[in-house]
């Protein structure tokens, strides 16, 4: 991970801390480290060759993102998926992305439009391959584009922040039969809209892939329980998942 530029124009060295974080994020976005999972704060510190110091840091970032869990005299762990707490999370990312699409309707180059075509076109490679992995990175790249084009790569910046439990879930989607085939199909819709300069229908076609996902969260938490957290939020108690389809 390349560091800032210090005054004399050298990198500047990433803080341990901060290189740890990351590191676990992604390995808990994208399930390599499981639900329930316990993390070693002696054993981040000899793979990295720290002292407990900016591990601790690192997990206290982790915990204020509710990703890690600390249980007094227990340990650390792997948070589970919060159930209750998805659904506001695809309504922040809903309305991100759709004001994106159609401002790329509007707004975007040919050049801008040929990114997000490049990243569909991964998505089908990786998809013909059967590679979660390979499709999940396709699919980051298909919105990053779809904010470049609009002029405003920071929307995924800030999609970014509030996704990460949404990752998670949408990780699990994979393997469902067709799953594959629909988001390319709904990317594809995107792509032609934007292509058009059909702003509204950039932000429809969007905002229903996005959306989509609340069709799949009951099924998804049946079907894998000890990933889930099925508590009801503190803040707002359990609401009522939408109908598919229907975000608030």
């Known amino acids: 991970m390349p560091g800032a530029l210090s005054a004399r124009g050298r990198p ?3 803080p341990a801390a901060v290189t740890i974080r990351d590191d676990l994020r992604d390995a808990i976005a ?6 329930g999972a316990p993390i ?8 990295y060759g720290v002292s407990r110091t900016p591990v601790r840091e690192a997990m206290a970032k982790l915990v204020q993102e509710g990703l890690v869990s600390v249980f007094p005299q227990a340990g650390s762990f ?11 999370a695809l309504v922040i990312r809903r309305s991100l992305e759709e004001t994106a699409a159609r401002l790329a309707a509007a707004e975007g180059s040919r050049d801008a439009v040929a990114g997000i075509a490049a990243a569909l076109a991964e998505g089908r490679t990786a998809a ?4 979660g992995d390979a499709f999940h990175a396709a699919d980051e790249r298909f919105h990053a584009a779809v904010a470049a084009a609009a002029g405003y790569p920071g929307l995924w910046r800030v ?17 469902q039969p067709g799953r594959f085939a629909r988001v390319l199909a709904e990317h594809e819709g995107v792509l032609r809209a934007v292509a058009a300069h059909d702003p509204e229908a950039a932000a429809a076609g969007m905002g229903a892939h ?3 996902l609340l069709a799949d969260l009951g ?4 079907a894998h329980p000890d990933r889930f957290d099925m508590a009801p939020r503190p803040d707002l108690g359990a609401r009522p998942i939408p109908p598919a389809g229907h975000l608030p």
Do not use: M
């Open 78 to 88: 792997v948070s589970r998926i919060p159930f209750h707490a998805l659904p506001e």
């Open 210 to 212: 996005i959306g989509g």
């Open 40 to 47: 070693l704060e002696k054993d981040l510190a000899q793979t």
């Open 159 to 175: 999609v970014q922040q509030v996704k990460v439990q949404v990752d998670r879930f949408r990780r699990l989607t994979l393997p």
């Open 30 to 35: 994208s399930l390599r480290l499981e639900p």
């Open 12 to 14: 500047r060295p990433v």
């Open 219 to 222: 099924a998804i938490a049946a």
């Open 128 to 131: 013909d391959a059967g590679d």
